[in-house]
């Protein structure tokens, strides 16, 4: 007699179940509605990057067993908590309300946070409100994020739970040209051939305007 073995195929969770599923489990832990939202979007994103988004919250939220977790009152250049570690969630949040803080900022460090890869699409989020592109060095990994379209990572991190991190620093980097001042010229003198042909049609337009016989 032969026995055949039967796999387990986990059912595919679409986007919008992890979204429900993540909101729902943050407002059961004590986050408030508004912040819960936010946590669902971001799981989300993880998700959607290849990033275990889901194993990280699920992680963090048994973690806090009925201990309140902190976030910064202000986002200020070197970042201290009261208690042992920050909330990678309410930072995260923090952050994106303060950009235009961060942006003049440039660079901001935080001391020890928590399941420090949750706060990743904040900080993601965050480049595309401030239209620059963000480097993170967290303990070991350096990630840039790009505008909230792509993470990249000196380290594997798609199939990492992070328990905490010592150090968390972002910097904002500024925006430079990608060509040489000698190339925008020459494309701009090229681009000025157009100028002409724009003012004889323009001539033409005008011109013909009285032709018409309304009568």
């Not at 992680?59 to 201290?80: D, T």
């Not at 739970?161 to 904002?172: A, G, N």
Request: a positive charge.
């Amino acid at each position: 007699m032969t026995y055949g073995f039967m796999r387990v195929r986990h059912k595919m969770r679409s986007s919008s179940e992890i979204d429900t599923v993540s909101k729902r489990a943050a407002k059961a832990s004590g986050f408030s509605w508004g912040v819960a939202e936010e946590i669902g979007k971001s799981i989300k994103s993880l998700e959607l990057f290849g990033i275990s988004g889901v194993e990280n919250l699920n992680a963090y939220l048994k973690s806090l067993n009925k201990n309140k977790p902190e976030g910064p009152k202000q986002i200020l250049k070197i970042n201290e908590p009261l208690s042992k570690s920050f909330c990678p969630l309410y930072t995260g949040t923090a952050l994106i309300d303060a950009a235009e803080s961060v942006l003049k900022l440039k660079n901001v460090k935080f001391s020890s946070i928590d399941y420090p890869i949750l706060i990743l699409p904040f900080i993601n989020r965050l480049s595309y409100k401030i239209g620059r592109v963000v480097i993170i060095k967290m303990d070991d990994y350096e990630i840039k994020l790009n505008l909230n379209q792509f993470m990249t990572a000196n380290q594997e991190i798609q199939d990492t739970v992070l328990t905490k991190c010592k150090s968390l620093e972002i910097d904002i980097l500024d925006i430079k040209n990608t060509f040489k001042k000698e190339t925008w010229e020459q494309l701009y003198q090229l681009s000025t051939e157009t100028f002409v042909e724009e003012s004889e049609r323009s001539k033409t337009s005008a011109a013909g305007a009285g032709l018409v016989d309304n009568d």
